[in-house]
């Protein structure tokens, strides 16, 4: 018999995928992965996260209703150095993280797959809405859950080859409804829990303040600029912005203003027009293939440059060892720096990357 470590957040996707394994016959043993960093903030975190102390509580009920054991295994150290000291030195860079990705990546599956295997498991499984496929080229990727609307792909991107060969993703292949179907059907208190929402570590969404705690550092105010230099007014720290961002910036134009670009280096937001926040050039780098070993030729693929984009077609090609071009056929607005790239061929993840 098979041995997973399922890692159970306390929701009711992880619950379901644990309760399916078990049905499916595997020898299932359920983990929350504690990554808070203190009390205080533990309990700040409300219900609906998959950082808090109420994730504990959840999740081992849910172990216990389902008759699997369960542990909490400490990963603090792991999620400060890869996500929350990442995140917050990419902000004071002038660019936007996105700390899940890096999470999935070297936390949730880095992490916590070395620990399983080392307790002598051979799968580790996730409540991710995603399926994991072996193509005929012999190599291992992601294809995107039955329903489109829940698809979690994106943030899964950055996966490694043997990561993905150890993986299972068994609700993939459900939708969220059908889900919380199951939950309910077999008596599971947290068969109706809400959703997680935002980053789980600054849970009033306040980023911006939470550096300046976390950094030690005071962030300056600076100037607002138009792409020629003309100052237009004062910011209030490259921190409290991101690329294309409209809303709250305090500023009156006469028209609608977005930010374009910041620059740490001189401590200005450079703000324009929505025109002059659309490109159709978009390069990355820290690049991850899965479908494919690498880019050997131009590839027309669709992409999403967010988590929330609807996606668009680009041609992308290689123009260095760790770097592509993307050239999109329609014009995109907010292309951020420091959010993912993720390209698609087909259903199949082909790869993605870290935009420039």
Known sequence: MSKVVVGMSGGVDSSVAAYLLK???????????QIWQDEEQAVQEENGGCCGLSA???????AADLEI???VM?????????????????????RTPNPCIACNRYVKWESLLTRSMAIGADYIATGHYARIVKLENGRYTLRRSATLEKDQTYALYN???DQLKRTLMPVGEYSKEEVRKIADKIGLQVANKPDSQDICFVPDGDYASYIEENAGVKIPEGDFVTSDGTILGKHKGITHYTVGQRKGLGLALGYPAFVLEIRPETNEVVIGTKEESMTTILRANHLNFMSVEDLTHPYRVFTKIRYNHKGAWCTIEKTGVDEVMCTFEEPQRAVTPGQAVVFYDGEYVLGGGTIL
């Open 69 to 71: 054991p369960y542990y």
């Open 74 to 94: 400490n990963f603090k150290q792991e999620f400060k150095e890869h996500v929350i000291d990442y995140f917050i030195g990419e902000y004071l860079e002038g």
């Open 23 to 33: 049905e499916q016959g595997y020898d299932v043993i359920g983990v929350t992965m």
């Open 56 to 62: 504990v509580d959840d999740a081992r009920r849910v």
């Open 159 to 161: 996966l490694t080859q």
